[in-house]
């Protein structure tokens, strides 16, 4: 199906043929079984009208045999003496009481009767005044010379007729009756007409002629024409016909219930209807109607006619309508075809064109020279094919150019080939000056344009800006040429063609000639492609020229940075390095191989500036070869958020990692030269305090104490720059175990309290009993506690210092509250920074400045945290916390792994 629905789609002779076979075939099938729908409808009104006829004839010879029995009974009734058989009157036979008599009287009415064909019954009864039968004949064979069978005893007079005439009523004025009566033991009903005999005014008997039903029906069919009838009782019950035998088939024939029903109700006076006789295999068209004797409904009756006539008749014509319809169709058909391929033949031709020219053939031209609709068409498509060729070669010359001059160059060349003399150039916007540029080798008329320029101001650029779309403008508008510096050019025509970037105009294309209205007509299509195309084209070689000028700019400009630049893409594929970063990665064939800025074999190292040098915290220091250089990194984004790549900055820091180093390794030897002395110092000052070198004096005394005061001062400065340089070395270790908290503050404040009582400050220990162990390293953590105790008792002349210890979770904090002067808001984020001391402070014990930046450091070593709390004139707060012991701690940062603090 799809196959031939396919093959459908695909021929346009096709689409015209079968639709127009399809709508032949429906005409002339519709006409067909309208033709046979009219011939079948006229046949059948023919057949209902000649049924009508047919009824009508049978109730016509039925109201015949009933006058026909009627006259001559009334010729029996009063027939007078006979005397060639010696026979008296009928009324003196029935009043002799002797049978012999009325049989002798009756007897030649009976021969003369059953030889008439408009008589011909099948019983003759004289009975007398009580209903019983004088004589009753019944004819027992066709043959007519066979004696009839002489019944005694029939009794009538319960009969209805019979009964009227006994007893001498009167029905609708008449003595005279017809109806059906049936004589027991034979099932068959008779139709009877009967009338009495009079002597003088007194009924003296009656006469009774009877017919057989089955008898009397094929009489009637002879005259009527029909092929079956058949009489119905009231109840529709078959009681006789001319085709269906009495004792087999009667029952089965009664009337459809339909038509019953509508002649009981009067709905219709005959009602039709086709029924298959089984018995016979011939199907009949019956009519219904009432059947009426003397005025009287007695049951119903139906003829009928075969349809076999009809159906021939009906074939006939159909096989007459099917042949002139196959006739004509085929006549149209092959009519239709012609046609078709009259309107085919063309297009197929267009078709071939077409698609020679979807292959690329452009050259193609299709020959149809036909002066219809088609032969236009075909022009037309010749010309267009033609304009295709050269859009098509003036496109592809743009293809494969970049460059302004070029541009314009294939443009003049494309239109001259359309109208000669016509010149072509472009106003630029560069950098807010207007020029023009024209193609190389132009005419010297408009040389001079070179070097002309627009006012950005100007109110004819500022309206032409406005248009997007091409504007014409003629030689007329002498304001619009002056303002643009075309006035002396002798332009008529000129095309003005924007070149957008973002709907902003950044150049007009000219296109101009001498002659007015050259661009308009026929061409203007033509014209306006060409300069849509170049315009699209310009306005990319304009981009071009400008990218590659900025480019240029943004080449010199980084290669003129003193730091080194590396931009990647987003996979961080190195694709610019400026000359600086060349030479510090060592990279000087970057651009002749593909690197990923991973695989530059950059060794991260830590340089520990955080107390003695300048904070770069946002910095990464990282070391190639023996250059240490700084490393910063920010992705490159676009207006709209989309992400381009990454772009690195490196600097040399070789010379501040060597500085840095020096420094390291002075502190270092100098703070050890220096504890030695200090250690003899202190030896010897304590022995004179002693007196073991001999007594002193308390003035000595005094001076010896301070002067120890003073080298014990000395010796923890020492100590801190010792750590530091430890710490800055990476030489510090760090061995993190479980802690008693409330040891180590017991062990670090006992030799401070008598310094604490010299200054009678009271100290107060907030310890609770079981403090769970923490997590830290034992020197480091004494050292902690030795600079926030130090630094407590230093600040504070009088009051307290508390000393408070809680946990919570899996955190223990000390508190450690003075009462000194307090430190100012501003004061706080530089509060943990090296060589800081807070301003204003008038303490005489001031420290070096490196007590909390030490503290600092060792606390975040063990995994905690340090922060202050204080309000001036109110004392401060310092505390720390660290993690409680439980075996799953990552306390420690270690310097390979770690940034650096400095």
């Not at 091409?470 to 007329?476: K, Q, R």
């Not at 904090?813 to 808001?825: K, T």
């Not at 070096?848 to 600092?856: E, F, V, Y």
Request: hydrophobic letters at 40%; glycine letters at 6%; proline letters at 4%.
């Amino acid at each position: 199906m799809r196959r031939l629905t396919g093959l459908f789609r695909s021929q346009i002779s096709y689409k015209i043929i079968l639709p127009y076979l399809a709508l032949t075939l429906l005409v002339m099938l519709v006409g067909a079984a309208i033709s046979l729908a009219l011939a079948a409808a006229s046949w059948q009104e023919r057949l209902n009208s000649q049924l009508v006829q047919v009824g009508r004839n049978t109730t016509e010879a039925l109201v015949q045999r009933e006058r026909d029995h009627l006259f001559f009974l009334q010729q029996i009734a009063f027939a007078q003496e006979n005397p060639a058989i010696d026979a008296p009157p009928i009324a003196d036979a029935f009043t002799d009481e002797n049978p012999e008599v009325l049989e002798q009287a009756l007897r030649p009415f009976y021969d003369t009767g059953i030889e008439l064909a408009s008589l011909d019954f099948d019983r003759m009864i004289a009975f007398d005044t009580n209903g019983t039968a004088i004589v009753d004949w019944l004819r027992v064979a066709e043959d007519r010379d066979i004696e009839p069978r002489l019944i005694r005893g029939t009794d009538l007079a319960q009969v209805e007729g019979v009964k009227n005439i006994i007893d001498g009523e009167l029905v609708d004025d008449r003595d005279k009756f017809s109806n059906l009566i049936i004589f027991q033991p034979d099932p068959q009903p008779y139709f009877y007409t009967a009338v009495p005999v009079k002597q003088g005014n007194e009924t003296v008997g009656g006469v009774l002629l009877a017919i057989k039903l089955d008898r009397l029906l094929r009489a009637i069919e002879q005259t009527s024409q029909s092929v079956i009838t058949t009489v119905y009782d009231l109840e529709g019950q078959a009681i006789g016909s001319t085709v269906l035998r009495r004792e087999l088939d009667l029952e089965t024939f009664a009337m459809p219930p339909e038509a019953l029903s509508q002649l009981q109700e009067g709905r219709a006076e005959s009602v039709f209807n086709q029924v298959n006789v089984p018995q016979r295999q011939i199907e009949y068209q019956l009519t219904y109607s009432p059947l009426v004797i003397a005025e009287r409904q007695v049951g119903y009756f139906s003829v009928g006619l075969s349809l076999d006539f009809q159906v021939q008749s009906v074939s006939l014509s159909r096989n007459v309508i099917i042949i002139i319809t196959m006739v004509l169709t085929i006549g149209a058909v092959l009519l239709g075809y012609w046609i078709a391929r009259q309107i085919t033949r063309p297009l197929s031709t267009l078709v071939s064109g077409a698609e020679a020219i979807t292959a690329g053939n452009l050259e193609h031209r299709v020959a149809v020279n036909s002066k219809d609709e088609l032969g236009r068409l075909a022009l037309s498509f010749n010309q267009m094919t033609e304009h295709l060729l050269r859009l098509y070669r003036t496109s592809r010359e743009f293809s494969q150019t970049i460059k302004v001059d070029t541009v314009l160059t294939i443009t003049q060349q494309t239109i001259r080939a359309l109208e000669p003399q016509t010149e072509i150039f472009v106003l630029l916007n560069d950098r807010g000056n207007w020029s023009y540029r024209l193609a190389p080798g132009e005419e010297t008329t408009i040389q001079t344009l070179r070097y002309a320029h627009v006012k950005p101001n100007d109110e004819t650029l500022q309206w032409l800006m406005q248009h997007t779309d091409p504007y014409l403008i003629s030689g007329d508008d002498a304001l619009y040429l002056t303002s643009l510096g075309l006035a002396e050019s002798n332009f008529q025509s000129l095309l003005f063609t924007p070149l957008l970037l973002q709907n902003k105009v950044i150049g007009i294309l000219v296109f101009a000639h001498p002659t007015p209205d050259v661009f308009r007509g026929s061409l203007e299509p033509t014209i306006h492609a060409v300069a849509n195309m170049a315009s699209s084209v310009l306005y990319n070689a304009i981009l071009f020229d400008r990218v590659h000028e900025e480019s240029s700019e943004r080449r010199a400009i980084l290669q003129s940075i003193a730091d080194g630049v590396v931009v990647c893409d987003t996979e961080r594929n190195i694709i610019m390095v400026n000359h600086t970063a060349e030479y510090m990665l060592k990279l000087p064939d970057w651009h002749t191989r593909q690197l990923n800025f991973n695989d530059i074999p950059l060794e991260r190292v830590q340089l520990h500036r955080d107390l003695f040098a300048q904070e770069q915290p946002d910095l990464e220091h990282y070391q190639i070869d023996t250059t240490v250089i700084t490393l910063s990194n920010a992705p490159v984004i676009t207006e709209d958020g989309r992400t381009l790549g990454e772009v690195f900055v490196l600097h040399d820091i070789s010379a501040e990692a060597a500085i840095d180093q020096a420094k390291t390794d002075f502190i270092a030897t100098i703070s050890h030269e220096l504890r030695t002395p200090l250690t003899v110092i202190t030896g010897y000052v304590e022995l004179l305090l002693r007196g073991l070198v001999g007594d002193v004096n308390e003035e000595q005394r005094d001076l010896l104490r301070q002067v120890r005061q003073r080298a014990e001062h000395m010796n923890n400065l020492v100590k801190n720059v010792v750590l530091v340089a430890s710490i800055e070395s990476d030489t510090l270790q760090t061995d993190l175990e479980p802690q008693n908290l409330g040891e180590a503050i017991e062990q670090v404040l006992s030799p401070m309290r008598n310094t604490f009582n010299d200054k009678n400050i009271t100290l107060e220990l907030i310890v609770p009993e079981k403090i769970p162990p923490v997590m830290a390293d034992r020197e480091q953590l004494r050292s902690v506690l030795a600079q926030l105790f130090d630094n407590a008792h230093r600040y504070t002349q009088t009051g307290r210092v508390i000393i408070r210890v809680s946990y919570q979770d899996s955190k223990v904090q000390l508190d450690v509250v003075d009462s000194g002067p307090g430190i100012p808001v501003e004061e706080f984020d530089r509060l943990f920074t090296r060589f800081h001391r807070v301003a204003g402070n008038s303490s005489p014990e001031r420290g070096s400045g490196l007590g909390l930046a030490i503290t600092r450091q060792l606390i975040e070593r063990q995994g905690g945290r340090v922060w202050a709390q204080s309000e001036v004139g109110h004392g401060s707060t310092f505390s720390i916390e660290l993690p409680i012991a439980n075996g799953q701690v990552d306390a420690v940062i270690e310097p390979e792994n770690a940034d650096s603090t400095a």
